[in-house]
């Protein structure tokens, strides 16, 4: 005995209440007007005002201005057994060059002299203790570092 069912199981049944609904067209974004009085804050409850900030920034650009040292050039990049410096210094200060490793321990300090105002060029000889890798050369003058990477043969 067999029975036929006509009910499909898989079929889902269309939603009548969504047939006859139509969207509404916006044509316009509609934007929001409101007047929000900014804040002030007093300066007797340990706020500084906005004014004096921006005027302290100003101030503090105008000495990173005042720049003594930039690093032209680091060549060759692979290092093998020697590696040449180009950098202009703008007054007599002490340099300091330095290897250091990935954690920031220092490797190995390769100058650390008094240098005169102008562009130089410097050639550092690489120690056989180091290993190959990748490591940083930090360059140090007066207040100011900047870290170069280098990778070394």
Do not use: H
Not at 43 to 72: C, M, R
Request: aromatic share 6%; with cysteine; net charge positive.
């Amino acid at each position: 005995m067999s029975v036929l069912c006509s009910v499909s199981v898989f079929g889902q049944k269309t939603d009548s209440s969504a047939v006859g609904i139509r969207a509404k067209k916006i044509n316009k974004t509609p934007q929001i007007k409101g007047s929000v009085t900014t804040y002030k804050p007093k300066y007797n409850f340990g706020y500084v005002q906005y004014n004096d900030i921006i005027s302290a920034n100003k101030n503090a650009n105008n000495l990173k201005q005042e720049k003594i040292l930039t690093v032209l050039k680091v060549y060759p990049n692979p290092v093998d057994d020697q590696i040449n410096l180009i950098l202009r210094i703008d007054r007599e200060s002490n340099l300091s060059v330095k290897i250091m490793d990935l954690l920031g321990n220092e490797i190995v300090t390769l100058s650390n002299e008094r240098v005169p105002a102008g562009e130089q060029t410097k050639s550092y000889t690489i120690p056989n203790r180091l290993n190959s890798g990748i490591y940083f050369l930090k360059i140090m003058s007066g207040t100011e570092t900047i870290v170069k990477r280098i990778s070394v043969l």
